[in-house]
Structures are given as C-alpha cells and as structure tokens.
Nanobody
Framework: QVQLVESGGGLVQPGGSLRLSCVVS????????MGWYRQAPGKQRELVAE???????NYADSVKGRFTISRDNAKNTVYLQMNSLNTEDTAVYYC?????????WGQGTQVTVSS
C-alpha cells in the first residue's frame, strides 16, 4: 500500500521560511517524478514545484525564486524549502507523483502565513 505523509507545516509570519517533508512508502520512490501541490481555501489544487527522477526541477511562476524542491532517494523523501513566504502561500500542501495518482493523496500539511 502506497502512503505519502507530509509534515513541516505551521504558522509563520510574512517573510518567514518553512521546510516541508514528504515521506513515501510502498513504492519504488526513485523511479518517479514527484510534485508538491497546494490548495488554498476556495481554490483548486495547483502544482507548485516538481522534480524528476533525475532531480531536474520546475516551479510555478508564483513561487519561482522562493521555493526549492529536492529529494533524497535513500530516505524516500521529497522536500520543499519555502522562503520569503507571503499570505498568498497560505494553503494545505500535498505531495504526489507527477502526474498525480488519485489514490495517493495524503492529509497534507497546513501552511498559514499571517502576522
């Protein structure tokens, strides 16, 4: 059974930083491209960062230059370093394969940016 467990969210002031982690189990993690997605209240889920099996990366324009995605295949973990956070980054953040597999969505981790 494949499981993706996100962690690292929290409440942070504008301009602050957070590092999210996603531990993947039950699948050969290193073979797949992975993505970090987010869903803000009243909005559709969107892809914010992606990383291929060879660690090539791509970002949504809204986070480019502020967010960094990385992966550690030995730990079956994908990370999202988020810097210079602003209120528009407030959302539940999820990881999933790229393209996403419907059954793989986890609970996500809440990121709230507020003063």
């Amino acid at each position: 059974q494949v499981q993706l467990v996100e962690s690292g969210g929290g409440l942070v002031q504008p301009g602050g930083s957070l590092r999210l982690s996603c531990v993947v189990s039950g699948t050969i993690f290193s073979k797949y491209a992975m993505g970090w997605y987010r869903q803000a209240p009243g909005k559709q889920r969107e892809l914010v960062a992606e990383i291929t099996s060879r660690s090539s990366t791509n970002y949504a324009d809204s986070v480019k230059g502020r967010f960094t995605i990385s992966r550690d295949n030995a730990k079956n973990t994908v990370y999202l370093q988020m810097n210079s956070l602003n209120t528009e980054d407030t959302a539940v953040y999820y990881c999933n394969r790229l393209p996403p597999v419907p059954n793989y969505w986890g609970q996500g981790t809440q990121v709230t940016v507020s003063s």
